[in-house]
């Protein structure tokens, strides 16, 4: 549908009202979550199972009426049908066994070769085609080269991805040919969501904040770049979001560098920064502080309105600069859709 809010404003659209989806929309703060997740007996066995992770992509549409759902899955399922070996602790997060050296990048799989293990993410996609509302876009994903290659380096997350910027300082080639592995492969596995109904795709380059001057170029933007002109050879007007998280001034231009349809923005740059520098090349999409959707109350509505009266004179879609976490109240993000519909 043509008509769609999101698929407007990444036509570059101006509307009086944003639409507005919620990053980590489907997650730990809904009750609803936790029970089917406990259903399904643990994260990635949810991620796995496609009735599932159907339910709960749609339960924050049920509930809250988003204009876009986006697919739940994990960026790391990408790696483990790669070859690398995928597992979540407890408490602590995601391990995978690490690939830091030629010989371990030889024994991964071809970039043609992930779909047989990803078969249960399309199959989501397709559910999601059939039973998500008419009016409400769907927005597949992947995690950018450069966040997916720092978790499969260290083997889990890090606080400053220090194991991936050691790889590409002491061994370079063996760091640019395991990113230009996850970039084909995000390709194929991006391409084959659109191929199951995905109208939107998203790219979340999480940590690309962490790169700087030239490695910012050849592992953040040149990547998406890559990623984004195979996609739209493969799929004439599909639209894209990418999402180079804590890129501060980098934020300017990345969209005429990349193709992107869309530059997510986090809540460290200002929306009235963002308005002048960013949305003059396209639609933009951000940026209300997570930490608002706990606290709630009068600051949470203030702050909304005033990110959408920034935003005002181009295309935006309003969402949060980051996640929503785990703690915040599920009332607030029903007083947040009232102060952005009125």
Request: net charge negative; charged share 20%; with cysteine.
């Amino acid at each position: 549908m043509s008509d769609k809010t999101i698929l407007k404003a990444l036509r570059g659209e101006t509307q009086a009202v944003p639409p507005v989806w919620l990053m980590r929309q489907a997650g730990r703060y809904l009750p609803e979550y936790r029970a089917t997740r406990a259903q399904a007996g643990d994260f990635l066995k949810l991620c796995y199972n496609p009735e599932l992770a159907a339910e709960v992509t749609l339960q924050p549409i049920r509930r809250y009426g988003f204009d876009a759902a986006i697919l739940f899955a994990d960026i790391l399922l990408l790696p483990q049908a790669l070859g690398v070996p995928l597992w979540f602790e407890t408490g602590e997060g995601p391990r995978l066994t690490p690939v830091t050296t030629p010989e371990g990048l030889r024994s991964l799989r071809a970039a043609s070769d992930v779909h047989e293990t990803l078969a249960p993410i399309y199959e989501t996609v397709k559910i999601l085609k059939r039973e998500l509302p008419k009016e409400t876009t769907l927005i597949g994903f992947a995690g950018a080269p450069w966040t997916v290659a720092s978790y499969v380096v260290a083997g889990r997350g890090t606080p400053d991805q220090g194991p991936a910027h050691r790889l590409k300082s002491e061994d370079r080639a063996t760091f640019a040919a395991l990113i230009d592995l996850i970039t084909e492969a995000t390709v194929e596995y991006l391409s084959a969501q659109v191929m199951a109904g995905a109208e939107v795709v998203k790219l979340f380059d999480s940590w690309a904040g962490t790169l700087q001057g030239a490695d910012f170029d050849d592992f953040a933007v040149a990547p998406a770049r890559k990623i984004i002109a195979e996609l739209k050879a493969r799929h004439p007007g599909l639209p894209i979001i990418a999402f180079p998280r804590e890129a501060g001034a980098r934020y300017e231009g990345f969209a005429k560098a990349t193709g992107a349809d869309c530059v997510a923005l986090d809540n460290s740059v200002s929306a009235d920064w963002a308005a002048a520098h960013v949305q003059k090349d396209g639609c933009v999409q951000g940026n209300l502080d997570p930490k608002l959707m706990v606290e709630g109350g009068p600051r949470l509505v203030s702050e909304a309105k005033r990110i959408v009266q920034a935003f005002k004179g181009g295309a935006h879609i309003f969402n949060l600069g980051h996640g929503i976490t785990p703690e915040a109240n599920p009332d607030h993000v029903t007083q947040l859709m009232e102060a952005i519909r009125g």
